[in-house]
């Protein structure tokens, strides 16, 4: 089955089972009637069910973040489950059947075809809100393909951008499929991150600085942006973005690192996070973040029980905390569904909580980092040693006294972000080793899923598979 068929089928359910609309009738179907989207309240209804594509366990309800932090296990977690798509990308043998890469993939173009919808149906709404919806609609699809070219592509340092192939590059709906016109060519990587860059500019320009009801913001458009800049090495960029979102005086750090997890509602630190609630979440039995993460039952913490708890922390990443740094007692001993035990992270240990796509501390640590590195005076006027201090102060870890080398701030980045699906793309983005491996290895970039392959000859397969 090609990616948009199947998309528009699961498209047309996914909308109907995030409750949109009831004058939104859209029938299960392969095909889209544009005519049934009539009114602003339609258009508004299709964006709240590109939310709740975000929120699927395909995006950052689980995958987003399990996949980058397996296949850069190493000294960081490893996967003690049964499930044979995880353990593969854990020992960086997936093949190109792997049935995450193509949940990914396709749970991303149902996204994107979603923000398209409402882009072009904007003039449905009211024009006192049109370019806020639209910069949403922006900020969504931006949002998406940078993932997409996280793991479908070498990535920006690897240079070649302009030949490197990333994914196909769609900006138009999909309302009745047609071969000629939807089956793409992948576009390269530089394409895929200029159409990044200017949806998430528009959203940042377009979009209101407060969010509302965890929606997106100017400010978390911002905070992507300064994610994307960093991976480019646009230090100033990045520095800038970073600096706008901390200087906004509109998140604050918790008083305690434990504060900004397991929230039912946005923490003062969260810039942008997926809700789950009982009724709206990744999945609490085979599937979500939490439930891998999550101890099945802990003689330690009693009222943690009921996850999977195959995803397990490696006891030598306890080794990068200092003793009194609080992230380095974040953990507890439990138990996986098998019975395997192991260390386990606090992160992800309460089902039905928020979960932070973009935290404050990332900002800081941003900042940071990119001010020493560009050097000359740092951007916001703040010098990169205070930057990290107010991130290891509220850890509780001493307050350094110098930056000695630049390695400091890949350092505190394992420490703050670990189990954020940070760690790959800090490796890659600084040319490092990951799991043993160069940086650009072809084992590090997912596969073009075979099922895709073997509908659109446009499309080629990544190197290894």
């Known amino acids: 089955m090609n990616f948009i068929k199947s998309f528009l089928f699961i498209f047309a359910v996914a909308l109907i089972a995030a409750g949109c609309n009831k004058k939104l009738d859209v029938a299960p179907q392969q095909n889209i009637d544009p005519n049934d989207i009539k009114t602003s309240d339609d258009i508004k209804a299709v964006l709240f069910g590109a939310y709740s594509k975000l929120q699927d366990p395909d995006a950052f309800g689980e995958s987003f973040f399990l996949t980058a932090d397996l296949l850069a296990a190493q000294d960081q977690i490893y996967f003690s489950g049964s499930f044979v798509d995880y353990v593969d990308l854990n020992d960086k043998i997936q093949i190109e059947t792997n049935l995450t890469a193509w949940n990914i993939w396709q749970n991303a173009y149902i996204i994107i075809n979603i923000a398209n919808i409402a882009l072009d149906k904007i003039e449905l709404i009211d024009e006192d809100e049109r370019d ?112 706008a979102v901390i200087e906004s005086g509109d998140y604050a750090l918790p008083a305690s690192y434990a504060g900004s997890f397991n929230n039912v509602v946005n923490s003062s630190e969260d810039i942008f996070a997926i809700q789950q609630t009982s ?19 802990s003689n330690d913490e009693p009222s943690i029980s009921g996850g999977r708890g195959d995803v397990k922390v490696n006891p030598s990443h306890l080794d990068i905390y200092e003793t009194e740094d609080t992230r380095g007692s974040f953990y507890y001993n439990g138990y996986s569904i098998t019975g395997a035990e192991g260390l386990h992270t606090r992160k992800w240990s309460s089902f039905y909580r928020v979960i932070p796509v973009v935290r404050l501390a990332e ?99 990544n190197p290894g598979y």
């Not at 499929?177 to 530089?190: D, G």
């Not at 307050?399 to 490796?427: K, M, N, P």
């Open 132 to 243: 806020a919806v639209a910069a949403e609609a922006k900020f969504i699809r931006g949002l998406t393909y940078f993932e997409l070219v996280n793991y479908f592509a070498k990535p920006w340092s690897a240079g070649n951008t302009t030949a490197n192939p990333a994914v196909p590059l769609m900006i138009k709906p999909v309302y009745e499929y047609n071969a000629a016109e939807h089956l793409l060519p992948r576009a390269s990587v530089s394409a895929i991150y200029t159409q990044v860059i200017n949806d998430l500019t528009d959203a940042a320009e377009g979009l209101p600085h407060v969010s509302v009801n965890a929606r997106a913001s100017s400010f978390a458009a911002r905070a992507i942006l300064s994610r994307v800049y960093l991976s480019q090495g646009n230090l100033s960029g990045a520095a800038e973005e970073a600096n």
């Open 279 to 297: 009724q709206s979440n990744a999945g609490t039995a085979n599937v979500g973040l939490i439930t891998f993460y999550m101890a099945n039952f």
């Open 363 to 461: 900002m800081y640590l941003t900042r940071a980092e990119a001010n020493y590195r560009k050097g000359g005076a740092p951007i916001g006027g703040v010098d990169p040693l205070d930057d990290l201090n107010t991130v290891r102060g509220r850890a509780k870890a001493s307050l350094l006294t110098s930056i000695d080398d630049e390695g400091i701030f890949v350092e505190e980045r394992f420490r703050e972000l670990a189990f954020e699906g940070d760690r790959l793309w800090t490796l890659k983005r600084l040319q490092l080793d990951v799991d043993g491996l160069p940086y650009d290895d072809n084992k590090l970039v997912l596969p073009i899923p075979r099922s895709e392959l073997d509908v659109n000859a446009k499309l080629t397969q």
